[in-house]
């Protein structure tokens, strides 16, 4: 089963024809994404002041250290007919949004990790302004070398425009992501410091958490130079299929913080939960936690889409539909389980009885 508003379009190349594949289908909702968007004029003229300029080419610079995510993004300029400085600019609308403390436009997702003897699962609901209810996508993407070996396999949730690994996805290697926005109120503003959409682009290519997090953190001889940075803080929730684990790991200024559960359950609604590091926090974090707090603990996948599903809180509710007060809307939820290997993707609320619209075997 396929749901228009979320098409799943498998892509095969190098990464520049991978990007332009992506660009060339779904130029529309790029085009729509990109000129229909809240942020809009706030993104031009960030672009045009002095202080964005200094932004933009600092990070233009760390990112061109990384050719192939280059390559990807050229691809995606051509195919979809839209200039790269445009491109480069979306891609680096996280951070923007933050400087300009333009929270409400930045996507703002809910996880649950559960680990248990006979239970291993990670649970997200994707949220996102309504400009993206339409116009995001799935892709399937098989990145080839010169020789024509797959050097990746994975499939991720994009919205429009943008490289994909910013909200969730999961690779051939049995590791799943997912995204989880913080408003740290620092930015890393040294030179190798990447645009959180890039390093989520590259988190995907990754094939063991024991890679990951050795170029996060640079440890082990062969990652010592450059380490992964963002300019700006996240939540990445990993799972880890072959080992049985998941694992939340929070990004900012001070580095990395990680954690996991031996037997219990995580949960992260855009706030840092175990980095000391002053953040802004927005009221629809305040509210789902509060939500959380009145629940049942999720024990399996059924018990997580009931927690991820809930609209108790009218008015930040955890399963968001946009009204007012809230501003943004859940467009999709999946849920890994790490011991089948199976990823369920869900396009409407996945309440009891509701099927998922797309499962993967990873």
């Not at 403390?101 to 248990?116: A, K, V």
């Not at 930015?187 to 094939?207: F, I, Q, S, T, Y």
């Amino acid at each position: 089963m396929e749901d228009a508003r979320l098409p799943c379009l498998k892509v095969t190349g190098s990464h520049y024809e991978v990007g332009r594949q992506v660009g060339e289908a779904f130029k529309d909702r790029i085009a729509e994404a990109y000129y229909k968007s809240e942020s809009f004029s706030e993104l031009h003229e960030f672009a045009k002041s002095s202080t964005g300029q200094a932004h933009l080419n600092r990070w233009k610079d760390a990112v061109e250290r990384y050719p192939n995510v280059v390559a990807e993004m050229k691809g995606l300029a051509d195919g979809s007919g839209i200039d790269y400085e445009e491109v480069f600019l979306y891609n680096c609308s996280v951070e923007i949004g933050i400087i300009l403390l333009e929270l409400d436009t930045i996507t703002s997702c809910s996880d649950l990790l559960l680990q248990q003897p006979n239970m291993v699962l990670s649970a997200h609901n994707e949220d996102g302004p309504d400009s993206a209810v339409n116009t995001s996508y799935l892709i399937h993407a098989e990145i080839t070398g010169n020789d024509g070996t797959v050097e990746e396999d994975f499939v991720a949730f994009a919205y429009a425009g943008i490289l994909p690994g910013n909200a969730f996805g999961f690779n051939r290697h049995g590791l799943s992501f997912s995204t989880n926005a913080i408003y740290g109120k620092y930015l890393r503003e040294n030179d190798a410091a990447l645009p959180r959409v890039v390093l989520g682009r590259m988190v995907l290519g990754v094939k063991t958490v024991d890679e990951l997090l050795n170029k996060l953190q640079g440890t082990g001889e062969q990652y010592k130079s450059p380490i992964w940075q963002s300019v700006s803080s996240f939540s990445l929730n990993i799972g880890d299929r072959v080992n049985a684990k998941v694992m939340n790991i929070e990004l900012s200024t001070r580095g990395i913080s990680k954690t996991t559960t031996e037997n219990g359950f995580l949960h992260h609604f855009n706030m840092f939960v175990h980095t000391p590091e002053p953040q802004y926090v927005h009221m629809s974090s305040v509210h789902r936690t509060r939500a959380l707090a009145t629940l049942e603990g999720p024990t399996d996948s059924s018990s997580a889409l009931n927690i991820l599903s809930d609209t108790s809180d009218t008015e930040y509710p955890m399963y968001r539909n946009g009204a007012s007060p809230d501003v943004l809307s859940t467009i999709a939820t999946v849920v890994y389980d790490l011991l089948r290997g199976v990823a369920e993707i869900y396009t409407t609320q996945p309440l009891p009885g509701v099927t998922p619209t797309y499962e993967f075997n990873f």
